[in-house]
T-cell receptor
Framework: AQKITQTQPGMFVQEKEAVTLDCTYD???????LFWYKQPSSGEMIFLIY??????QNATEGRYSLNFQKARKSANLVISASQLGDSAMYFC?????????????FGAGTRLFVKA | EAGVTQFPSHSVIEKGQTVTLRCDPI?????LYWYRRVMGKEIKFLLH????????ESGMPNNRFLAERTGGTYSTLKVQPAELEDSGVYFC?????????????FGSGTRLTVV
């Protein structure tokens, strides 16, 4: 069965430093997609980054990068040069299959606090 | 392009009452999803529409929950009668089948409080 595990309920990082948010997943499907979403205090869910299971290179989007280690089934999010506005909940998610019409499952989330 | 719109943003109702949540997806998005996050827990899948058809409703907790998507446009999620454990944030999301590499576009959620 699909499962997403985020073991860090909360993380602190100093402004301008990098931080890694952990995510491991479990699936028996060879075709899947991994996502990270950000939920600021305002409540909306914001898509950050996507990694496909067949992608050879780690995904990057601006200050976000996804450290994809397929053999270890891990998909950690790295945020470089943290900013105060990065303080939020971060959810790791997985979707089995390569189509846009498959359901996504989410981890429990990690709350990130960026200190000035 | 307008995003995913959810209404109301907040709802406080008494146990036993009925509440209807509405979601307007992005125009042209065939896939519409409902999710729920109970306080402090993970975001749970409720169901998935493809156009007006229920593709997967395995996450619906019980028969007090009824989702519809008439005409394949907006969707409603009705809770009747509401129980205390139904409190949480209900998210709607939509996606287009031709953009699998992108995450969903989520609405801002409806915060439901049952007292």
């Amino acid at each position: 069965a699909q499962k997403i595990t985020q073991t860090q309920p909360g993380m602190f990082v100093q402004e301008k430093e990098a931080v890694t948010l952990d995510c491991t997943y479990d699936t028996s499907d060879p075709s899947y997609g991994l996502f990270w979403y950000k939920q600021p205090s305002s409540g909306e869910m914001i898509f950050l980054i996507y990694q496909g299971s067949y992608d050879q290179q780690n995904a990057t989007e601006g200050r976000y990068s996804l450290n994809f280690q397929k053999a270890r089934k891990s998909a950690n999010l790295v945020i470089s040069a943290s900013q105060l506005g990065d303080s939020a909940m971060y959810f790791c998610a997985m979707r089995e299959g390569q189509g846009g019409g498959f359901k996504t499952i989410f981890g429990a989330g990690t709350r990130l606090f960026v200190k000035a | 392009e307008a995003g995913v719109t959810q209404f109301p943003s907040h709802s406080v109702i008494e146990k036993g009452q009925t509440v209807t949540l509405r979601c307007d997806p992005i125009s042209g998005h065939d896939n519409l999803y409902w999710y729920r996050r109970v306080m402090g827990k993970e975001i749970k899948f409720l169901l998935h529409f493809v156009k007006e058809s229920k593709q997967d409703e395995s996450g619906m907790p019980n028969n007090r929950f009824l989702a519809e998507r008439t005409g394949g446009t907006y969707s409603t999620l009705k809770v009747q009668p509401a129980e205390l454990e139904d409190s949480g944030v209900y998210f709607c999301a939509s996606s287009h089948v031709s953009t699998p590499n992108y995450g969903y576009t989520f609405g801002s959620g409806t915060r439901l409080t049952v007292v």
